[in-house]
């Protein structure tokens, strides 16, 4: 059986854990205060999931999941996640993460930033522009002309096509936008972020995005 790890585990990460369970993973769920404050979650999610640190929840996945806050992207551990596909949900806020000059300027992007900092890994965008609640309220099958798309990138086919799969078993389909320096697309403030659409919709959207915004 696959083992997901879940590196954060606020409002996506915990969303993506009750998903990633139904559909058949076990998963390893770490945050920042330590394993012992995600006893109740645990609890809920039941025996396919356990808490660890980030370092435990890293070596103990197959698939990595990071969902932190953008500011502490270099805090993620980097040899446990060596050969690994990481799937990135990071989003940008500069009032909370402060700024970036290469990412103000249109010169880096979230995820193109984390796979710098994860070099033996296959970082993937994933689940970075829906609302956290909607992971398990939107859910609708393959070929519902109303399914709701989410976009992913990559630099490794591998990577994108696994968040592909794993979209598709959670009930949405995707759109594939290519190589991690076209994610801008999908990042804050784009028409594509937060925004309900199908694949049609949804590669509108990606394609009218503005560099900077």
């Known amino acids: 059986m696959t083992t ?3 590196i954060g585990a ?3 990460g915990s969303q993506i854990a009750r998903k990633a369970i139904e559909n058949g993973y076990d998963v390893v769920i770490s945050n920042s205060r330590g394993p012992e404050t995600l006893t109740e979650l645990v609890a809920e999610l039941g025996e396919h999931a356990r808490a660890a640190t980030a370092v435990e929840a890293a070596a103990a996945a197959d698939v990595a999941v990071v969902t932190v806050p953008f500011k502490a992207y270099l805090d993620i551990p980097v040899e446990p996640l060596a050969g690994k596909i990481v799937i990135d949900t990071n ?3 500069f009032e909370r993460d402060g700024h970036y000059p290469e990412l103000d300027n ?3 992007t979230v995820s193109g930033l ?3 900092h994860l070099p033996t ?3 993937a965008k994933g689940f970075n522009a829906i609302q956290s609640q909607l992971i398990t309220e939107q859910a609708l099958p393959a070929g519902d002309p109303n399914r709701r798309a989410l976009a992913t990138a990559s630099d490794h086919e591998d990577a994108a096509a696994f ?3 794993l979209y598709d078993e959670f ?3 995707t759109v594939n936008i290519g190589p991690l320096s076209e994610s801008w697309r999908v990042e804050r403030d784009r028409p594509a972020y937060i925004t309900r659409a199908t694949v049609a919709e949804l590669t509108e959207k990606l394609a009218a995005a503005p560099r900077t915004v």
């Open 106 to 108: 249109g010169e880096a």
């Open 114 to 116: 984390l796979q710098e």
């Open 163 to 165: 968040v592909a799969k």
């Open 171 to 173: 009930g949405f389909d």
């Open 4 to 6: 997901i790890g879940i």
């Open 91 to 93: 989003n940008y806020y």
């Open 121 to 123: 890994s296959k970082v």
């Open 10 to 12: 606020g409002h996506i």
